[in-house]
Nanobody, 124 residues
Framework: VQLQASGGGLVQAGDSLTLSCAAS????????MGWFRQAPGKEREFVGT??????STSYADSVKGRFTISRAENTVYLLMSSLKPEDTAVYYC????????????????????WGQGTQVTVSS
């Protein structure tokens, strides 16, 4: 699976921004398409994920109600609204092998395919 992320930029607090992740190659119906982020000096953290087929989603508590993951054809989107300065980070899309059980979907180690990051900067 090859992943290409795009859509980052500089926005103001309260703004919305949508990131895109174009997927190519073999995806299974059970493949998880996840979004992660990494701020300077911090570990990469889970943002949200969606099952390729069926649309089941899971979000980090810090973004729940503000961020939404959706899919259209072979592109997965991360719609971010009510952005805060603490959302500033490099955002990555990732995919697993299709074998992750639901209780493990937030585990970064379960994701084996990664796109390049895209910078999101939220100014106050």
């Amino acid at each position: 699976v090859q992943l290409q992320a795009s859509g980052g930029g500089l926005v103001q607090a309260g703004d919305s921004l949508t990131l895109s992740c174009a997927a190519s190659g073999r995806t299974l119906s059970r493949t998880l398409m996840g979004w992660f982020r990494q701020a300077p000096g911090k570990e990469r953290e889970f943002v949200g994920t969606m099952r390729w087929s069926g649309g089941s989603t899971s979000y980090a508590d810090s973004v729940k109600g503000r961020f939404t993951i959706s899919r259209a054809e072979n592109t997965v989107y991360l719609l971010m609204s009510s952005l805060k300065p603490e959302d500033t980070a490099v955002y990555y899309c990732a995919a697993d092998s299709g074998s992750t059980i639901w209780s493990e979907v937030k585990n970064v180690a379960r994701y084996i395919y990664w796109g390049q990051g895209t910078q999101v900067t939220v100014s106050s």
